[in-house]
């Protein structure tokens, strides 16, 4: 008898072993895969200004798309990032790479840097930013049940932004393939003397699973104004609730459900 095929995603997660018990390593737990949430910010939002003649973000589908996909990637452990006599140095608080801890866990160093020679002069350094990568390595690994794209984004849409960026990338991952997704970020060049921290749980990666299908691209004028330019142009007209562009469209409520007065 056959199974009946399935093109469902399913994506799974587990720790490495040599770290133990997850409810006593705490901070691993937090750098795990995580549901993509509205910010605080957003969910804040008014729809509207003017007495109701003119929409805000908080009803643009671009901004609820991205704001209610994917997965984070979190920090695990507080982050310090100074810079002493022009040198800059980053640490956490962990013990040393190797060290066994009371119920056995072995620990490793969560950072990792590729020098400025592995991007070399063509790479388009932030200005501002430290000209080279700060990876934060993740003792956990991904499994997908069928091919998967992943796209990595930094999370501009928290303040941690303003110091340390997921690089964007993309992975494609095969099916039933072990993945550990470690992130590498720009970070803020600090001031001469300065010290800044990147806190444990800050997020630091937004992953989203996407379809690559093979897309032919080309330029048909005589698309505008048929009948599906005609229709399509009408729904554009009455997005005001995003409910004919969206599946997510029957949640949005209840997701900023909290914040109504």
Known sequence: ????????????????????????????????????????WFKAMKKEYDNGAVNTLRTCPSFINIL????????????????KDGEVNFGTYIPPTGAKIDFGAEIRDPLETHPTNQFTEQYPFENGFCQFSLKFK???????????????LPCWWDKVYNDVRAMHGMVNAPANFDWSPNVNTAIRMPKEGEEYLIPADAPIAHVIVVNLPSVNLSHNQELCGDAICRRSTGKSINMRNYRLFSDKANDISRMFRVNKS
């Open 138 to 152: 993740n003792e956990w690994f991904l499994r997908s049940n069928v091919d998967v794209t992943l796209m990595i």
């Open 68 to 83: 209610t996909t994917g997965y984070v990637i979190h920090n695990k452990v507080d982050t310090i990032i100074r810079n």
């Open 1 to 40: 008898m056959f199974g009946r095929k399935t093109n469902k995603v399913k994506i799974q997660t587990y720790h490495r072993s040599e770290i133990g018990d997850l409810e006593l390593s705490p901070w691993e737990r937090s750098s795990m895969l995580k549901p993509m949430t509205p910010p605080k």
